[in-house]
T-cell receptor
Framework: NAGVTQTPKFQVLKTGQSMTLQCAQDMNHNSMYWYRQDPGMGLRLIYYSASEGTTDKGEVPNGYNVSRLNKREFSLRLESAAPSQTSVYFC?????????????FGDGTRLSIL | AQSVAQPEDQVNVAEGNPLTVKCTYSVSGNPYLFWYVQYPNRGLQFLLKYITGDNLVKGSYGFEAEFNKSQTSFHLKKPSALVSDSALYFCAEPSSASKIIFGSGTRLSIRP
């Protein structure tokens, strides 16, 4: 009963390095999301994918790219990490279509950029 | 723009006392509304949702929420707080068929 799985759980990067955060869900959900959570800022949507093969920008997409690899997996890439990207990153999924569907979250990736 | 507001950054309650965490929404008509809870070092967990119908919605862990259309509020309540209820609570509403807007969060602290 895994739900949403994120890897890695922790990561420390140097400024300018790149990395990919992985997310997979086993609930056959159509929609997947990437958020960042910063103290005092709540959750901010980075990118989302309403269905396999589509991705759209959220509130704070700059500095990030995403790939919806298949229905299960949605990855987030930092091409050139900056200290401002130090945050906790959460992946979520929801389905089926409809505004009344709750989102299911992974336990996050804690990322520090030095 | 649609938004949800959580006017209190922190709520402190003694164990055994009733608790209320406040939320107001902005969308007109009958909205969909959610409450989530976040424990330390964990992701958000869905607690309950309002779609339509009864104004009192029951959810997980003994929580309930009261939808009040005239006050545009959706406050989270529990009759008797437990120390284990200490966590961060988020109110949320959909901004489209696919996206949800989250409030800024309220930290609930239950003292023994």
């Amino acid at each position: 009963n895994a739900g949403v799985t994120q890897t890695p759980k922790f990561q420390v990067l140097k400024t300018g390095q790149s990395m990919t955060l992985q997310c997979a869900q086993d609930m056959n959900h159509n929609s997947m999301y990437w958020y960042r959570q910063d103290p005092g800022m709540g959750l901010r949507l980075i990118y989302y994918s309403a269905s396999e093969g589509t991705t759209d920008k959220g509130e704070v997409p700059n500095g990030y790219n995403v790939s919806r690899l298949n229905k299960r997996e949605f990855s987030l890439r930092l091409e050139s990490a900056a200290p401002s990207q130090t945050s906790v990153y959460f992946c979520a999924s929801s389905g089926p279509e409809g505004a009344g569907q709750p989102q299911h979250f992974g336990d996050g990736t804690r990322l520090s950029i030095l | 723009a649609q938004s949800v507001a959580q006017p209190e950054d922190q709520v402190n309650v003694a164990e055994g006392n009733p608790l209320t965490v406040k939320c107001t929404y902005s969308v007109s008509g009958n909205p969909y509304l959610f409450w989530y809870v976040q424990y330390p070092n964990r992701g958000l967990q869905f607690l309950l949702k309002y779609i339509t119908g009864d104004n009192l919605v029951k959810g997980s862990y003994g929580f309930e929420a009261e939808f009040n259309k005239s006050q545009t509020s959706f406050h989270l309540k529990k009759p008797s707080a437990l120390v284990s209820d200490s966590a961060l609570y988020f109110c949320a509403e959909p901004s489209s068929a696919s996206k949800i807007i989250f409030g800024s969060g309220t930290r609930l602290s239950i003292r023994p």
